[in-house]
């Protein structure tokens, strides 16, 4: 297939105003009735054409005469119609089959065919596999929806929108029907139907409206959903204080579901979601997978504005609203929970995610140029680069200013499918600034080096702190221009204190933090009346998503690293200083900077003033992911053997009594309590039992043990697995076939206990994956259950997976291709884990070249694994 090119983007010739929708529903076969108002773009003359994939068509009337069948006709994926006028009224009715339709986009059956339900999944472009439509975000309409179907089989009918009227039919079925009165895109339309149970809780927004919450699952989670209901009040209020958005319909349904290609759906006013994001209970959910619940509830309720309301013009916008929403969820999680272990969790994730996917052969810009598969889209890059720069743009314009910007932005575009150039036009405009050199970092892929350098003149008490830019060239673009990089910045002096910062022209003069803007190549930025030579404490709350290099002394990130109150900038530091470790440990460059890291760390261990979960982070070194980035002839069992010895030499330095001791005493305060406190003892109970196990594994397994055994809740239980199952095999036997029996029923669970075992490092990993393939419970079918075992694997576990005789690569490159005969949106994203592949050492890498240049060689790939193996192949 071609590809689909922004600069060719065409306003519709033909919009939809009315659309009207009667579903009868079956599991195996379900009728879609469809009648469109129909409205022509005088400026065009083209004729209609709708979306249609894998419909049948039944009838088709045209202002409600049939068509003849030489009036319409297959053209790609659509539908060509004759002799429609503008205000024409065209009626369509097709055939589905739910429960044939592995994809998951569209209209699917979630469950067993007796008991599960049906629901849709419309974005990118599924709509057009329940109706033939013009299925693009830029075609508004209004929906009426009646959902027919039999009341014992599907006693709850759900669908976007008001609820206005339900019934009885003939022969024990049932209608119900909704009007949407918002006019919008078609990737937002659902529907529900089967036996779901629901809680429900009211809900008065602070324009007054009354709204009723209601989230439904299946009888046996419903009371998992308590969580995500609280979680969902606390977004809804925060949008309204923080961006005065308010509800606009006046109900507002969650779902959730076991099958679902990505973790949720924010489809209006009927939201679906991965269960895996929405069910939470102390007994089945560790900690980070409640804060997750959270960050999620609350970035698909942010959609409502941020996507909704506002939607994209077209699919190359589709940062506009994700970009954004990350960003706002990322300012709710900080302000309900702690921000600089937000904002350290988050930048972690950039640094494993997006940018290897910037550095590898499938990078592209926030705002791609072209793509073939929107769904290839969905990545860290659109997300999370995304929200990076939004953060930047709210930083330039302060908090009031950014504020003053957003509501510009929503009551312009309120109704409309905007583009990134309106945002940064709206959010310019309220402030008076000319936000358009940031656009620059929406059309230009690879993520920039900063290079700093300060020099001290003791005499004139000046120091000059030398910024310089550099974003590498890739296959697309071999001269990468300069940016605007806000680079917010404190110095200190030797005794771990913030100096006061004159610059000339400046008018926050004396302040002691502050933000200066890179915009070329290179750029010195003078400080005067500096007393001492200073430390510079850089990109503070790493307020810009490059890569910092910069000549710190290990004595100089001691001293941000015991002394930054930047939470972000503390952390920061002590990464810094491990991977100056980890590189004197790799090239066998004297004990120095090993001795740094664990000098400085040691000390923070015994700090009892430093925050439980910031130690915990603290202690845990660069990932094997992030430190692969750092290598041109990546050997991934070299890195998971030197980042093992680092930490060894950490847990040496701390000694085997103080981590005793340490995690004794947090023991003992061990309870099933979700506050933050205690959410920190337990994460920095892990880290120390796994310090401890790499000293003294019989003593951390004698712990391990005894807290499988006692476990209030998940998080212990599962840590306590993790170190049993890495450390001592056979005493690990018996808790993980505890586990998989006590856990037999609930597939969250289960799934963890997939991963668990499919991260275990070593060259055995791959016998081990391929004994859980034949567990009963294991299928390629449900995306969560193929991503726990199969994308942990490839994913989480680099020596299990890159072992050097390419069996790895093989086994997984069979694994996809049956994925995709299945579900080619879950095949394309798992094969992402091939990326980098051209950075391993010459014997992995062939092997790696082999097995995708032997997948890329099957025809009848989807279109969607077709892009991905291709480009990683260029
Ligand atoms: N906007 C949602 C994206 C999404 C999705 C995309 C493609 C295929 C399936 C999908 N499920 C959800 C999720 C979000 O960002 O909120
Ligand atoms: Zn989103």
Known sequence: SLPIRLADYRPPAWRVERVELVFELGIDATEVAAKLLLRRDPAQDAPLRLDGENLELLAIALDGQPLPGTAYRPVEGSLEVDGVRDGSVLETRVRVHPAANTALEGLYLSGPHGTGFLL?????QGFRHITYFPDRPDVQASYTVTLCADRARFPVLLAGGNPDGAGELEDGRHWARFVDPHPKPSYLFALVAGQLEKIERDYRNADGRDVQLKIWAEADAIERCHYAMDALERSMRWDEQVYGRNYDLDVFHVVATHDFNMGAMENKGLNIFNAKCLLADPDSSTDDEYRRVEAVIAHEYFHNWSGNRVTCRDWFQLSLKEGFTVFREQSFSADMNSAPLKRIEDVALLRRAQFPEDAGPLAHPVRPAEY????????????EKGAELVR????????????????????RNDGRAATIEDFLAALGEANGIDLTPYLAWYGQAGTPRLQAHGAYDAGRREYTLTLRQHTPPDQRQAHKQPLPIPVKLALFGADGRMLPLHMDGQTADGETERVVVLDRAEQRFVFRDVAERPVPSLLRGFSAPVILECDYTPTELALLLGHDPDGFNRWEAGQQLALRAYDALRDGTGPEAVAAWCDALAALFDDGNLDDALLADLLTPPGEIELAERESAVDPARIHALRQQLQQRLAARIGPAALDARYRALAARTTAALDAASQARRRLKQGVLQLLALLDPAQACGHAAAQYRDAPGMTDRLGALAVLARHDALRSAEPLAHFRTRYANDPLAL??????????PGEAALARVQALEADPAFTLKNPNRARALLGSYASGNPTGFHRPDGAGYRLYAERLLALDALNPQIAARLATAFNGWQRLEPQRREAARAALAGLAAHDKLSRNLVEIVGNMLK
Do not use: H, P, S
Request: charged share 25%; net charge positive.
């Open 372 to 383: 073939r598969e929107i769904n290839n889209f969905y990545t860290a890059t659109v997300y």
């Open 751 to 760: 799934d963890k206990w997939f991963a668990l075992q499919a991260q275990l």
């Open 120 to 124: 849709t999944q419309c974005e990118a």
């Open 392 to 411: 930047m743009l709210a930083g330039r314009l302060g908090k009031e200013g950014f504020r003053r910007g957003t509501d510009l932005y929503f009551a």
